[in-house]
């Protein structure tokens, strides 16, 4: 059984100015000429880090920028979360589902923050004979986040030399570093089974081009890529007949409904049962573009 925990890594190529003891996900260390940040978690620190951090020190902190030192720490806590769920969550507590997922599923990874997942899965996985019929399904958001950074830390991936060649990428930008670089996104739509975007027109796009595409436009006519439309399917999400919720409603009674659905939906989650405070779904990326910030400020 592949037991996969994740480790911290430490980093000279943080730049910070931090006034205190930082919070659970960040610890300082002082050294004689360095001061270095160790971060667990996939993504380079940004705002949301930047909150989390000031409401745990009480300290303004400024100037935030991570490299990909700050970014990974050994397997990556997300990736190892996301291929260890499957096989490991027990799901009879409901009444549609009984046991763990098992092996034999596909894992859907989205934009370049889990670009990795495909790569991990083979090397740590099915290298050992476990999700040998495990599929990934890589979704393109946003074509212009690609996880772009330099080639001589491909190391720290802790992944074999043969997938080097997914992630070499040449850029004209001097931006983390000059030359050579590793690129996240291009590993993922090379090394998964299948290209998805979230649109037949956005598919169009990134194979027009080497601007819309992002320089990636090569790669992705290569592998190809199906856009799915947004939306949903209204008879498996009508609420007069959604086999999810034990209180049924329609358009003339949702709103006598809808509290009682929040009652149940909060008992179900052990949080207080109250009809009048607010419940918000969120699921985005941690971006600042998708209002995250603004989330978190007006956290109480």
Avoid at 38 to 55: E, P
Avoid at 157 to 171: K, Q, R
Avoid at 260 to 267: F, H, I, P, V, Y
Wanted: proline share 5%; net charge positive; aromatic share 8%.
């Amino acid at each position: 059984m592949a037991c996969i925990t994740p480790s911290k890594f430490t980093s000279r190529s943080f730049c910070g100015n931090i006034g205190l003891a930082a919070g659970p996900d960040l610890k300082l260390i002082n050294g004689p000429k360095n001061q270095i940040a160790a971060h667990n978690g996939l993504r380079a620190l940004k705002y949301i880090d930047m909150l989390l951090l000031r409401a745990n020190a009480k300290a303004p902190i400024k100037h935030l920028r991570g490299g990909l030192g700050d970014v990974l720490g050994g397997l990556p806590p997300a990736m190892s979360a996301a291929l260890e769920a499957p096989r490991a969550l027990n799901l009879i507590s409901s009444k549609h589902f009984t046991g763990a997922y098992g092996e034999a599923i596909t894992f859907i990874a989205n934009d370049w923050h889990t670009a990795l997942l495909p790569c991990y899965l083979k090397s740590m996985y099915k290298s050992r004979k476990i999700y040998r019929n495990a599929k990934v399904a890589f979704c393109i958001h946003n074509v212009a986040y690609q996880g772009r950074f330099a080639f001589s830390d491909f190391s720290i991936l802790n992944l074999p030399n043969h997938f080097m060649g997914s992630f070499d990428f040449v850029d004209g930008y001097d931006k983390p570093v000059k030359g050579r670089k590793l690129n996240w996104m291009k590993a993922g739509i090379l090394e998964s089974d299948m290209v998805l975007t979230v649109s037949p027109y956005y598919a169009e796009e990134l194979v027009s081009g080497i601007e819309k595409g992002v320089e990636l436009d090569n790669i992705i006519r290569t592998t190809g890529i199906t856009g799915i439309v947004n939306g949903m399917d209204v008879q498996e999400w009508d609420p007069s007949s959604d086999k999810y919720i034990n209180i049924k409603c329609r358009a003339t009674t949702v709103m006598e409904a809808k509290p009682l659905l929040k009652e149940a939906l909060q008992a179900e989650l052990g949080l207080p049962v109250d009809r009048n405070i607010p419940m918000i779904g969120f699921v985005v990326r941690l971006e600042e573009q998708k209002g995250s910030d603004i989330l978190a400020e007006a956290i109480p």
